[in-house]
């Protein structure tokens, strides 16, 4: 037995496979737990565009000033 720590779209795909089932059905716990993951998911979320928008800028300002190629990233409306 391998044990390792569930990340969050682990978690997603535990959630999905509960309720999308030959009977599905979505109980006060399921959507509890919906609820929970969205909110990680939107902390990660943040944390994602903070990087984008910020630290990649900064590297890209440093390499820059070096005369170096920066990252350039497609842009992307939403990581919903």
């Known amino acids: 037995v391998i044990n390792y720590e569930h990340k969050l779209t682990a ?3 535990s959630l999905k496979e509960t ?3 030959a009977n599905p059905r979505i ?3 399921t959507r509890a737990r ?3 993951l969205s909110n990680e998911w939107g902390e990660y ?3 994602m565009k903070d990087i984008m928008d910020i630290e990649v800028r900064r590297f890209n300002q440093i390499f820059k000033s070096q005369n170096l190629p ?3 990233l497609p842009k992307v409306e939403s990581f919903d």
């Open 19 to 21: 309720v999308d089932s």
């Open 27 to 29: 109980t006060s716990g």
């Open 45 to 47: 979320k943040l944390q």
């Open 34 to 36: 919906y609820n929970d």
């Open 70 to 72: 920066a990252l350039i």
């Open 11 to 13: 978690e997603f795909m």
